[in-house]
């Protein structure tokens, strides 16, 4: 008996010792979520992971990409570094560096000092002062340029290492012409300005008669005038073959009186200015006649075979020998069958000026010259009394293609060679054929008419119209796609075109948008190559209006395709500030704006004083790094739609 029970007794404890085993490795048991008296503990945040920065820097601020899955700006901290820009800042940068470049390029300059006081010759030695601007190489050399009116430039001096260059113009370079004087650096490689060198020109000279003739015939005692033609740079002095000499004159032509005993031809033996000796030409001989039987006799006939009635003309003759006391000359004129009658006053000289009365018809004419003491007369020049050009261009009706030429038919009467001056500025001139053909080539339908026309007896009377058409393909106007669609209310488009065809004169191109009915109306433009610029503007009050738009021409009267554009009013834009977040100090946080209305780029000022100057972010992140805590709040809002407001604010805790 006693045995069973110590039995039950072993198997009970061994059980015993089991279950509290058990209920020792079990863990706890947590509480149920919904029991009021066993709340959850709150997070702790997590510890920031201390980076050492390379220096210390101020709070600077960092627009970043939009971030979608950023619910609040605690979990988003970062770490301003030394080396981030903000876009202000990196603008500043960018101005600073161009203004660097910009003064670095000006840094070297040449100036050359005023030389507009020099006249010089070809193969002359000049002294070209110059200073300069930088500090150039202590290598460096300064060489004169000479440069023509067509740009060619040639070295005129060797190298120099400060002012003045010592310069040799080019014995070749001609006189008279334009050119320039540079001085160029070689390290650097720098120009000066163009200075302009007045470059002299070599003497020539021509002798002859004074009537421009070779040879002349003199009695005795009496004297012949000799005439020089100089070309060059006067003051001009010469010596003629007799030994006369004559010093800096600056009459041009110059007149010279001589009474040689027996025929002598006169040359000039040599010409000289300030640039030296020239050349020479032209013989002028006077014969002397020695038998005092007078002589008259016509010169050059050839030169008054045809004459204009009202017209001034000079009659060239010689009169050799012994005349009487009060002998006078006089021109006479007569029809090949009439007598001969009076046409000059009389005169005592060689040189009689006079011209035909306008009572004598066209026709054919004989001329002659008469002395009275003694009565001698000239032999006779037959002339032709010619009349004063009539012009008419003809009714002709040309059709061309484009790009063509036609001929449009003039008739000329009177005196020719004749000239014709037609409405669109065609010209011609030495016309000895009537009637004569004029070449024109119009870009439109033109209706020409004679501007002015005229011959031998100057302009004369003109008249007649023609009418040229040209095939053209149609006008047409292009309205390319809008650099922009939508734009603010009171802003300026612009408006890109192409056109095709011939356009008349006096077209002009007009830009027309609708009104608040639909009805197109002209608006406002101005006008730049392929491009119409018009400043929009809608009713105040409406937020967003669309309008459609289209370029049109006079004439020919053509219109663009029709596009429309979408106007916003102005200072609708509001920026929405949000964002909370903890912080410690010297960290940095990202705070978020969102833009409604407006048309971008928008631009604002922070209540902190931080400025962004034109995003197209939208929403916008912004990273700010305040000592303190801090609400931000929009202080000014700026679209391209002019001004706007701000909401909302983002508060940012700074635990110290």
């Known amino acids: 008996m006693h045995k069973y029970l110590l039995i039950l007794f072993c198997w009970t404890l061994l059980l015993t010792h089991g279950a509290v085993a058990q209920k020792r490795a079990l863990p706890a048991k947590k509480p149920a979520a919904s029991s009021p008296k066993a709340p959850a503990p709150q997070a702790r945040p997590k510890a920031p992971i201390a980076v050492p920065a390379k220096k210390a820097v101020p709070p600077v601020v960092k627009p970043v990409e939009p971030d979608t899955t950023i619910g609040t700006v605690a979990d988003t901290a970062t770490i301003a570094s030394g080396d981030t820009l903000t876009e202000k800042e990196a603008e500043e940068q960018l101005e600073k560096s161009g203004k660097i470049a910009a003064d670095t390029m000006h840094s070297y300059r040449i100036i050359v000092e005023d030389i507009s006081y020099l006249s ?32 060619k430039s040639v070295p005129i001096s060797l190298p120099v290492k400060k002012s003045p260059v010592k310069a040799v113009v ?24 163009e200075v302009p060198l007045r470059l002299l020109q070599t003497p020539a000279a021509r002798i002859e008669i004074i009537d421009g003739t070779q040879s002349v015939r003199i009695m005795p005692g009496q004297e012949a005038s000799l005439r020089i033609h100089f070309t060059g740079t006067a003051p001009w002095s010469f010596r003629l073959s007799d030994s006369t000499t004559v010093m800096h004159t600056l009459s041009n032509p110059h007149y010279l009186t001589v009474s040689p005993k027996d025929v002598k031809a006169y040359k000039l033996l040599g010409v000289a200015n300030a640039c030296g000796s020239g050349t020479v030409s032209g013989e002028a001989i006077v014969n002397v006649n020695n038998n ?25 003759f010689n009169a050799t020998g012994k005349y009487k006391d009060g002998n006078r000359f006089t021109v006479q004129i007569a029809e090949r069958t009439g007598a001969f009658k009076n046409i000059s006053t009389p005169d005592s000289t060689g040189y009689i000026t006079t011209q035909i009365p306008a009572s004598y018809k066209p026709g054919e004419y004989k001329l002659r010259v008469v002395s009275s003491a003694p009565y001698l007369v000239s032999q006779t020049a037959n002339i032709s009394i010619v009349s004063p ?144 610029q018009v400043k929009v503007a809608v009713n105040p009050g409406d937020t967003l209006t669309s309008r459609k ?52 780029p928008w631009s604002f000022t922070l209540s902190d004083g931080t400025a962004i100057n034109g995003t197209f972010l939208n929403p916008y992140l912004i990273s700010v790094s305040p000592e303190k805590t801090t609400e931000y709040k929009i202080s000014s809002l700026k679209s391209g739609c002019g001004s706007g407001a701000g909401r909302g604010s983002a508060i940012v805790t700074v635990e110290q």
Not at 472 to 483: C, E, G, R, V, W
């Open 120 to 151: 010089v010759c070809p193969g002359t030695t000049i002294d070209i002062p110059f200073r300069t601007v930088g500090p150039f190489d202590e290598d460096n050399t300064f060489t004169a340029y000479m440069v023509d009116a067509a740009g």
């Open 170 to 193: 080019p014995s070749y370079k001609i006189g008279g012409e334009v050119y320039k004087i540079q001085v160029v650096s070689s390290i650097p490689v720098i120009r000066s300005q």
């Open 292 to 316: 005092p039987e007078p002589k008259l006799e016509l010169k050059e006939a050839e030169k008054i075979a045809k004459l204009c009635a009202g017209v001034p003309f000079q009659v060239p």
């Open 389 to 532: 050009t009539t012009a008419i261009l003809q009714r002709d009706s040309l059709r061309l293609g484009e790009n063509e030429s036609g001929e449009l038919t003039v008739r000329f009467t009177g005196g020719g060679p004749w000239f014709v001056l037609l409405s669109d500025g065609t010209y011609e001139n030495n016309i000895i054929e009537s009637p004569a053909k004029i070449r024109v080539k119009p870009l439109y339908d033109t209706n020409y008419q004679i501007t002015s026309a005229g011959g031998l007896c100057g302009v004369g009377t003109f008249s007649g119209s023609a009418k040229v058409s040209v095939k053209s393909p149609p006008a047409s106007i292009t309205l390319d796609k809008l650099t922009q669609n939508m734009v603010c209310s009171g802003a300026t488009l612009e408006l890109p075109y192409k056109t095709e065809g011939r356009y008349n004169p006096g077209n002009k191109f007009t830009v027309q948008m609708t009104d608040k009915s639909g009805r197109f109306v002209d608006v406002p433009a101005t006008s730049a190559s392929g491009m119409m």
């Open 549 to 600: 738009i289209r370029i049109i021409s006079s004439s020919p009267a053509v219109s663009s395709a029709i596009q429309e554009v979408e106007i916003l009013a102005p200072d609708r834009a509001v920026a929405e500030v949000s964002g909370r977040g903890t912080i410690t100090a010297g960290r940095s946080t990202r705070i978020q704006l969102k833009f409604r209305n407006g048309l971008p």
